[in-house]
């Protein structure tokens, strides 16, 4: 099935350093969200965006809606330890019926105390 | 908690079985989805239940796969004939109702391998 162009694969960063990551598909969507996920646990969300060109906080994180909607990234300030984890971006386009979720194939990222 | 819950957590079967997995939504949610993820990808979207019925089954890989969901509660992915490329974690999500701004809660999922 389709997913969507998720950079970078991976990411090493000293504590406290800043991180971007970015979502890109070809086709467009409605919704993008993000989610992070830790090992044997499902994906949990972290920032839901429902408007080209929105750009939404919480606490650390800021996640902006592409203006093409075929777009999206994710900021995390000053990294913590606690951030590891790999995380994901999501497009949805609701209608017809159906809500599916398109992932993309995630962002590992590690963060050196 | 009262999250998603995914029985088993792990699931060893051999090429050619049958496999049920389970999934409890969390209560009152009447929207159920289920997802495959492979080992260094995304989740993949299999099947969106709405009630009972499957208002979304596009994302089954093939007739192989198959799921119900009778009172509308919990549900049942079931597997035929399984192959070596069905080894994946099933995940399952719920959400309030189907509505696009209704968050999605995943359960830990199953960890199936086919041998």
């Known amino acids: 099935g389709q997913q969507l162009n998720q950079s970078p694969q991976s990411m090493f960063i000293q504590e406290g350093e800043d991180v971007s990551m970015n979502c890109t598909s070809s086709s467009i969507f409605n919704t993008w969200l993000w989610y992070k996920q830790d090992p044997g646990e499902g994906p949990v969300l972290l920032i839901a965006?429902?408007?080209?060109?929105e750009l939404t906080s919480n606490g650390r994180l800021t996640a902006q809606f592409g203006i093409t909607r075929k777009d999206s990234f994710l900021n995390i300030s000053a990294s913590i330890p606690s951030d590891v984890g790999i995380y994901f971006c999501?497009?949805?386009?609701?209608?017809?019926?159906?809500?599916?979720?398109?992932f993309g194939k995630g962002t590992k990222l590690s963060v050196i105390p | 908690g009262a999250g998603v819950s995914q029985t088993p957590s792990n699931k060893v079967t051999e090429k050619g079985k049958y496999v049920e997995l389970r999934c409890d939504p969390i209560?009152?949610?009447?929207?159920l989805y289920w997802y495959r993820q492979s080992l260094g990808q995304g989740p993949e979207f299999l099947i969106y239940?709405?009630?009972?019925?499957?208002?979304?089954d596009s994302g089954l890989p093939n007739d192989r796969f198959f799921a119900v969901r009778p009172e509308g509660s919990v549900s049942t992915l079931k597997i035929q004939r399984t192959e070596r490329g069905d080894s994946a974690v099933y995940l399952c999500?719920?959400?309030?109702?189907?509505?696009?701004?209704?968050?999605?809660?995943f359960g830990p999922g199953t960890r199936l391998t086919v041998l």
């Open positions: 999500a719920s959400s309030l109702d189907g509505a696009g701004d209704n968050e999605q809660f």
């Open positions: 999501a497009g949805q386009l609701a209608g017809a019926g159906s809500y599916q979720l398109t």
């Open positions: 965006l429902y408007k080209a060109g």
């Open positions: 239940f709405q009630g009972t019925g499957a208002a979304d």
């Open positions: 209560s009152g949610h009447t929207a």
